[in-house]
């Protein structure tokens, strides 16, 4: 099973940027894809990202065009942010492997999670 660690998360004033890492480690083969959720007091995790080995990306339309996500060949896993908003207050969390249902990758059954990581935009 594979463990991941984030980092990278903070305080930043509204209109500023944070890159988020996820280091994956422990025993998996070949990941495919990989994401990042996030969760805000009183709502629902929710997908904000997700890249396949392949290199297709997904986006929430909430952070299209602010967010970016990639990763490297050792399985490390990044969420670029800039413009920040209030509104993109939350825990963040990587998961892997994410499964293929209705056109899109999710975290699954299987799927490894990290511990979180706070991010707060402050207006």
């Known amino acids: 099973q594979v463990q991941l660690v984030e980092s990278g998360g903070g305080l930043v004033q509204a209109g500023g940027s944070l890159r988020l890492s996820c280091a994956a480690s422990?025993?998996?083969?070949?990941?495919?894809?990989m994401g990042w959720y996030r969760q805000a007091p009183g709502k629902k995790r929710e997908l904000v990202a997700s890249?396949?080995?392949?290199?297709?990306t997904y986006y929430a339309d909430s952070v299209k065009g602010r967010f970016t996500i990639s990763r490297d060949n050792e399985d490390t896993l990044y969420l670029g942010m800039v413009s920040l908003k209030p509104e993109d207050t939350a825990i963040y969390y990587c998961?892997?492997?994410?499964?293929?249902?209705?056109?899109?990758?999710?975290?699954?059954?299987?799927?490894?999670w990290g511990q979180g990581t706070q991010v707060t935009v402050s207006s």
């Open positions: 422990g025993s998996y083969f070949n990941i495919n894809a």
């Open positions: 890249i396949t080995s392949g290199g297709t």
């Open positions: 998961a892997a492997p994410l499964v293929y249902y209705s056109g899109n990758y999710y975290a699954g059954p299987s799927s490894s």
